[in-house]
């Protein structure tokens, strides 16, 4: 019996996830039937969705683009544009975000300089930041990847900052007992210690990249699932972008999971 029960646990530890997802998306279907009916059908319900998904992955190819229209695309194709665009924000955001936050945490004089120029731009608005990089790029794409940059910094910067801020006195007597380098006790103690604070900040600022985009590729128009679900709802195809709002939900879940998974990794300390 005890060998029975112990395969039935380890059976619906291995299952129990998955088992959670389809009652998650069963809940969240009834909750669109119910929205549509209170709606009397101006929401699209599941039936129409489902015919927005014939349309969009099986009459046209989600991967069709047209070089002479680069407006008339696929679903995917879109997506894939989307997401080029917000990890070159990331990256870019994270390369500045990463080593001010290290002068931040490890210094009260870069503190004191940094931190109310971070509390003052922080609040503001991602699309306040839209009219000026197109000032200075000249360029709605720019535009966005530069909405973007600016505000996924902030998660990352404080969340770096306060890992490096909170390393134990114990690790800095060790490295000074040792004679550590600089290199040696960034490498092996600073870095290491304050890992999974970093991925935690980047985990917060993918989620606020892909938030931003779907808004950015509305105002610039033209290109990305932003500027779908902004053309489908001038189209009154509202089904097209009830879609399109999973099809967001989910990319956004894949990049959780990958930086949930990272920082599951190197939570070590």
């Not at 997401?83 to 931040?104: C, D, E, K, Q």
């Not at 300089?113 to 720019?142: C, D, E, H, Y």
């Not at 105002?219 to 195809?237: M, P």
């Amino acid at each position: 019996m005890p060998i029975v029960h112990n395969t039935l646990k380890y059976t619906w530890i291995k299952i129990a996830p998955f088992i959670y997802f389809i009652g998650s998306i069963f809940v969240l279907i009834l909750l669109w039937k119910f929205f549509s009916w209170k709606t009397n059908g101006d929401i699209p319900g599941p039936d129409a969705g489902l015919l927005a998904v014939q349309e969009l992955f099986i009459d046209m190819s989600p991967f069709y683009s047209d070089p002479e229209d680069p407006n008339t695309q696929g679903i995917l194709i879109m997506m894939w544009g989307s997401l080029l665009r917000v990890f070159t924000g990331f990256i870019l955001g994270s390369l500045v975000a990463i080593p001010i936050g290290f002068l931040m945490g490890s210094s009260t004089l870069w503190m004191n300089i940094f931190n109310p120029i971070v509390q003052t731009l922080r609040p503001v608005s991602p699309l306040a930041w839209f009219p000026l990089g197109m000032i200075a790029l000249k360029s709605a794409s720019g535009a966005t990847i530069f909405m973007i940059f600016i505000t996924s910094l902030w998660p990352t910067l404080i969340n770096t900052a306060l890992g490096v801020s909170s390393l134990p006195a114990d690790h800095k007597n060790v490295a000074k007992a040792f004679g550590f380098s600089t290199w040696k006790y960034l490498t092996k103690i600073l870095i290491p210690y304050s890992l999974p604070y970093i991925i935690t900040g980047l985990r917060l600022s993918i989620g606020v990249a892909w938030m931003v985009i779907v808004a950015g590729e509305m105002l610039s128009g033209g290109q990305g699932i932003g500027f779908f679900v902004w053309d489908s709802y001038n189209g009154g195809a509202l089904e097209k972008v009830i879609m399109a709002i999973f099809l967001i939900g989910i990319a956004g879940l894949i990049l959780d999971k990958v930086f949930n998974y990272l920082q599951k990794r190197f939570s070590f300390v």
